[in-house]
């Protein structure tokens, strides 16, 4: 569909760009996706309003994980995570096995440097629609073999 | 129909209380804020009772109904009722109407009901703003403006 490829075309773009004005400022080779990350937190923050609001009360946490991992993933990249892993003591280990923003690029280990910012704002996506749940948490990403990716979900408590 | 609604948030600060009527008036603005915010124990309560249950796994029936964002008439005073509406994420509804009007005073629950929705709407609309920031106070004229509305025509 053309809505897709125009949110993938924007969402490389403004990689492109934050990369930009990194290199502008601190003249080095360093990547700081900080604010790809934050765009991602605000996004999930706002799309959290809108997905929720036909839904019944979550009973707990995993519940509102497999929301997550089903309803949040499919509205935003049209198909379910694949894997959901959790160890009950707060980390939730979602792997998508052909995540949208990698699947174009290899089968494999080539440019997988470069992965890393393709995977920031959907960790900020994950961390602000929790945020959003009143789940404080940290998100980070791995990416072992493209097109395959893990969210790692640590539920901050205190 | 309905005298007052109020947006609080997730720290129960209240990010809108908005009211029909002689507007400008602190009297007013005051009782205003103070019938929201004893609704606020009431709604707190039905929130942790209604976690117990299910987790006590009470009937099926009775789950699905705790389990509905739309909490129904929390308390009643002489002059008003108030009315809870909890989303997924925290947000508070509150709407007041008045029992000693005429409109008022024999409300149905299926129009509160459909009120609330439409406010939660709104709401994920004013939210959606890139200027609003979260946890900020809506100052949006436009949402002032719908709730206003709602308040006054509808059901």
Same mark, same amino acid.
């Given at each position: 569909?053309?809505?897709?490829?125009?949110?993938?075309?924007?969402?490389?773009?403004?990689?492109?760009?934050?990369?930009?004005?990194?290199?502008?400022?601190?003249?080095?080779?360093?990547?700081?996706?900080?604010?790809?990350?934050?765009?991602?937190?605000?996004?999930?923050?706002?799309?959290?309003?809108?997905?929720?609001?036909?839904?019944? +009360?979550?009973?707990?946490?995993?519940?509102?994980?497999?929301?997550? /991992?089903?309803?949040?993933?499919? /509205?935003? *990249?049209?198909?379910?995570?694949?894997?959901? +892993?959790?160890?009950?003591?707060?980390? *939730?280990?979602?792997?998508?096995?052909?995540? $949208?923003?990698?699947?174009?690029?290899?089968?494999?280990?080539? *440019?997988?440097?470069?992965?890393? +910012?393709?995977?920031? *704002?959907?960790?900020?996506?994950?961390?602000?629609?929790?945020?959003?749940?009143?789940?404080?948490?940290?998100?980070?990403?791995?990416?072992?073999?493209?097109?395959?990716?893990?969210?790692?979900?640590?539920?901050? $408590?205190? | 129909? @309905?005298?007052?609604?109020?947006?609080?948030?997730?720290?129960?600060?209240?990010?809108?209380?908005?009211?029909?009527?002689?507007?400008?008036?602190?009297?007013?603005?005051?009782?205003?804020?103070?019938?929201?915010?004893? !609704?606020?124990?009431?709604?707190?309560? %039905?929130?942790?009772?209604?976690?117990?249950?299910? !987790?006590?796994? @009470?009937?099926?029936?009775?789950?699905?109904?705790?389990?509905?964002?739309?909490?129904?008439?929390?308390?009643?005073?002489?002059?008003?009722?108030?009315?809870?509406?909890?989303?997924?994420? %925290?947000?508070?509804?509150?709407?007041?109407?008045?029992?000693?009007?005429?409109?008022?005073?024999?409300?149905?629950?299926?129009?509160? %009901?459909?009120?609330? %929705?439409?406010?939660? @709407?709104?709401? @994920?609309?004013?939210?959606?703003?890139?200027?609003?920031?979260?946890?900020?106070?809506?100052?949006?004229?436009?949402?002032?403006?719908?709730?206003?509305?709602?308040?006054?025509?509808?059901?």
């Amino acid at each position: 569909m053309a809505d897709d490829i125009v949110f993938e075309l924007l969402h490389s773009e403004i990689i492109n760009y934050a990369l930009e004005q990194v290199k502008d400022v601190t003249k080095t080779k360093d990547t700081d996706l900080s604010v790809v990350e934050y765009i991602g937190f605000a996004a999930g923050y706002k799309i959290m309003e809108r997905l929720t609001r036909e839904w019944p +009360r979550f009973k707990d946490e995993l519940d509102t994980m497999k929301f997550i /991992c089903t309803d949040f993933w499919t /509205c935003i *990249y049209k198909k379910q995570i694949d894997n959901l +892993r959790t160890n009950h003591q707060g980390v *939730y280990v979602l792997q998508d096995n052909a995540f $949208r923003f990698l699947t174009n690029f290899s089968n494999g280990q080539q *440019y997988l440097e470069f992965a890393p +910012r393709y995977v920031a *704002y959907t960790c900020g996506l994950i961390r602000g629609g929790l945020a959003n749940l009143c789940i404080n948490s940290v998100v980070t990403a791995e990416v072992q073999a493209m097109p395959s990716c893990k969210f790692h979900i640590h539920v901050q $408590r205190t | 129909m @309905a005298v007052c609604v109020a947006v609080i948030g997730k720290d129960n600060a209240p990010l809108y209380i908005g009211g029909i009527g002689n507007d400008t008036s602190t009297d007013n603005e005051l009782s205003r804020q103070w019938l929201v915010h004893t !609704a606020l124990d009431a709604l707190e309560e %039905r929130l942790v009772s209604s976690n117990t249950t299910t !987790a006590n796994t @009470a009937t099926n029936a009775a789950r699905t109904d705790l389990r509905d964002l739309y909490l129904g008439l929390l308390y009643s005073t002489d002059t008003h009722k108030i009315y809870g509406y909890v989303t997924n994420t %925290r947000i508070k509804l509150v709407l007041v109407t008045s029992s000693t009007s005429p409109s008022g005073s024999n409300i149905r629950d299926a129009e509160v %009901r459909t009120a609330l %929705r439409r406010l939660h @709407a709104l709401y @994920a609309d004013a939210i959606c703003n890139p200027f609003h920031l979260p946890g900020d106070q809506i100052t949006s004229i436009k949402f002032d403006k719908q709730v206003k509305n709602l308040m006054l025509n509808n059901v």
